[in-house]
Every structure is written in structure tokens, then in C-alpha cells.
């Protein structure tokens, strides 16, 4: 009824406009990650996360599967990127919880003007390589069409080995990827490997880990995941407790290593047993308060007060 009457025009709705981004020039100058969430193995395994990796600017990919996308996954395939290429430049990810932090800033972080980072984030920033979020999927589209080409030749190639668990899987990503970077892989724009290899200086295991604050209490004690662990040294303060990756547990106090041992076995309260007998029951008075009362009642003159008696 408006648009005859003239009242409102009908509009299309225009599309966001998105221009094309140029690749980078050098390798290692960026590199695009994501986890791709597929049935790989088909029907004869269970359902599992590939852990990608593409080169921004040739297209040269590495991965590794997963049982899901988290922390330590993350953490893990980076490991195994550096160990073979070196540390990148920068990071293209998305803003999955795992990669960007969804908590709010405390008073510490708003004081310092910093936003709260997630253990993934605050591990690449150690280690010197630039984190960029992608707003979009569209912004990250290489590292998604490789998901959609791999969820094609990579699954057939599967069928045909034969391959049903994720240990069979990461065999085979050994040899995979060279015969697909052979024939797709693109030269890049200048000459050049940005890829840094690690310093000799660098702990990798006390870097790439879930690192948590701890106080200590009084009699030396930490409490972390449900379990209670006795620090032999004298310290005093917060400790910072480490999950290495292969599940081992590091704490430290001012960036040293500090003895521990988990307490197993906790004191058992002996609770003495109390008499209770049967309840006795009183009978009140005739002159006890529950019995009698005053009752003031809202009239023109408040303060005249009546007697009410209770009778049994």
C-alpha cells in the first residue's frame, strides 16, 4: 500500500562490495590457517579435524588431523609447520575462540590498554609472528577452497589406501602434500624465504603450552584441575603452571622451575558421632508469650490497644 501510494520506493538491498586482495609477495610473508571439521575417513573412521596450513603467497600446504580444533591442536600443528618450514611472518585466522579470546577484559588489561588474548594468540606472540583475524570467510578464501578441493581428492586418495584412523591419516599427509604442491603450487613475486628458523635460545615446549596463574597458599599448595600439588621449594607469590603438549606439567616462579609433587592422598575428617534421641516436646504455659499477645489495631484512635488470648 505504501509503494502505491507513493509514500516509499522499494530498494534493493546492495551487496557488501569486497575487492580483491593481491597475494603476498615472499614465502612465509603470511600464511592462512584453519581447522576443517569433515567426515575425512568416510565410513569406516570417525569424524575429525584437519588442521590446515597455505602458503599466502605460492599456495604450498601442510596438515595434520585432529580429533577436534582446540588449543593444544592448534598449538601442536604449528609445532610440526615450524619444525619443517620455520617461523612465518604473520597469521591469517579467523575468530574462533581457540585462535581469539571471547572474555572480557579484566582491570589489569584495561589499565594497560590491552585486550584479553587467547593462549594460541599469546603463544604466537612470543614466539614474534604477526596474528591477523579475518572478519569474514571471504577474507581467508584460499585456505577455504583448498578445504573444498581436499574434501574431494584428498578423501578418494584415502579410499583408495584404505585409511580409517587418524595415526593412518597423518602417514599418509607425509607424502601427500608434495605431489599436490608440485602441481598447484605457484611461483611466488619476489625471490626470497621470509620463513625464520628458531633460535637456538628458544624453548618451544615452555612457549607453545596453556600456560594458567596460580596462588600459593599458605602451606604451599596449589590447587589445578581438580588436583592438589605441594611445592617443595620456598617460595612465596604466584606460580605459573604449564601444560606442555604432551601432557606433562611444568611450574615456574619468576621464569624458574620450581620442584612439585601432586598429593594424592588427602586426610580423612573423623566425624565423632552425636546422640541424637527422640525430640521432647514442651507444652507452653498459660501465660507464655505465644499464648497472649497484644494486637494493635489500625482504628481512629492507634493507641488503643485490645487484649487477644489464645485458648486451647
Known amino acids: 500500500m505504501l509503494i502505491q501510494s507513493g509514500d516509499r520506493e522499494k530498494t534493493r538491498k546492495k ?86 579470546s571471547t572474555a572480557r577484559p579484566t582491570i589489569e588489561d584495561e589499565l594497560r590498554n590491552q585486550e584479553p588474548v587467547s593462549q594460541f594468540e599469546r603463544s604466537l606472540k612470543e614466539l614474534g609472528v604477526r596474528v591477523i583475524h579475518a572478519d569474514s570467510p571471504q577474507a581467508k578464501g584460499r585456505i577455504e577452497r583448498l578445504f573444498k578441493t581436499l574434501q574431494d581428492r584428498l578423501i578418494k586418495e584415502m579410499r583408495l589406501e584404505g585409511i580409517s584412523t587418524i595415526e593412518q591419516g597423518n602417514t599418509f599427509l607425509k607424502r601427500y602434500p608434495p605431489l599436490y604442491n608440485r602441481k598447484f603450487e605457484v611461483h611466488p613475486k619476489k625471490e626470497g624465504n621470509l620463513h625464520r628458523p628458531l633460535g637456538k635460545d628458544v624453548d618451544l615446549a615452555m612457549i607453545l603450552c596453556r600456560k594458567t596463574g596460580r596462588a600459593l597458599k599458605n602451606d604451599r599448595t596449589i590447587q589445578h584441575r581438580a588436583k592438589l600439588y605441594q611445592i617443595e621449594d620456598i617460595i612465596r607469590g604466584k606460580v605459573m603452571v604449564h601444560e606442555l603438549l604432551d601432557g606433562s606439567l611444568v611450574i615456574t616462579h619468576k621464569e624458574r622451575r620450581v620442584k612439585f609433587h601432586e598429593i594424592t592422598t588427602r586426610p580423612v575428617r573423623i566425624e565423632e558421632p552425636r546422640n541424637v534421641g527422640p525430640r521432647k516436646s514442651s507444652t507452653p504455659s498459660a501465660d507464655h508469650p505465644w499464648r497472649t499477645f497484644t494486637i494493635r489495631f489500625p482504628k481512629r484512635n492507634r493507641d488503643e490497644e485490645r487484649p487477644y488470648e489464645i485458648r486451647t
Do not use: N
Open 15 to 100: 551487496k557488501k562490495h569486497r575487492s580483491w586482495r593481491e597475494r603476498r609477495s615472499h614465502i612465509g610473508e603470511m600464511v592462512q590457517m584453519d581447522g576443517s571439521h569433515h567426515t575425512w575417513f568416510e565410513d569406516r573412521g570417525q569424524k575429525c579435524v584437519l588442521m590446515g596450513y597455505v602458503d599466502d603467497a605460492t599456495g604450498r600446504t601442510f596438515g595434520k588431523f585432529y580429533d577436534y580444533e582446540g588449543t593444544m591442536p592448534a598449538m601442536d600443528s604449528f609445532k610440526q609447520y615450524i619444525g619443517k618450514y620455520g617461523l612465518p611472518v604473520s597469521i591469517y585466522l579467523d575468530k574462533h575462540s581457540t585462535y581469539k
